[in-house]
């Protein structure tokens, strides 16, 4: 039998030809899963940051839900504010404005067009503008005024209304009242 010697790691070894030829075989079976366990590695780096990104994702995006959770004071912001821009277009295009079913873009879009027609501007930039210099032209809305020209006043108690419409009725109705 035929002994030579090789050097593996620095360490000279007296081996035969069959043996070398397992040990080769052996050091290159043993690099390629080197190779696959640093690419292995590399994969969870890659995952774990992933991992750790999604999270954060997850905590950002769970808050963003938190915050848009309409609360009551959220609401009534949001109704105040609608209910003002609705006031504000009915000013500017007359009480019989109709806002149902548009968004604040659209009541300006449907306010500027009733009051200008073929006249109003296309951006929306435009239009907010054409709508405040409309609503700037039109006098302030005055309650107190308008029930005086409607002949009403506005309560909140319908019992109040119920006998100031019998004291009416009484007052311009006398001889109906005596025949009760």
Request: aromatic share 2%; glycine share 4%; hydrophobic share 45%.
């Amino acid at each position: 039998m035929a002994v030579k010697t090789i050097t593996h790691d620095g360490v000279p070894i007296e081996v035969t030809d069959a043996a070398e030829a397992v040990i080769k075989k052996l050091i290159t079976a043993r690099d390629s899963l080197k190779d696959e366990l640093d690419t292995a590695n590399r994969e969870v780096g890659t995952l774990t940051a992933d991992k750790a990104r999604l999270e954060g994702e997850t905590v950002a995006l769970q808050a963003a839900v938190a915050d848009a959770k309409i609360t009551p004071d959220k609401l009534e912001k949001l109704v105040d504010e609608r209910a003002a821009l609705v006031s504000d277009a009915k000013r500017v295009a007359g009480d019989t404005f109709d806002a149902k079913g548009l968004d604040e873009a659209g009541i300006r879009k449907a306010a500027v067009t009733a009051k200008l027609g073929d006249k109003t501007p296309t951006s929306d930039a435009a239009i907010e503008g054409a709508f405040a210099v409309l609503l700037a032209g039109v006098a302030d809305a005055d309650p107190l005024r308008d029930a005086i020209a409607d002949h009403k006043t506005p309560t909140a108690d319908k019992a109040v209304d119920e006998a100031r419409a019998a004291m009416l009725d009484r007052l311009f109705n006398p001889l109906k009242a005596d025949a009760k």
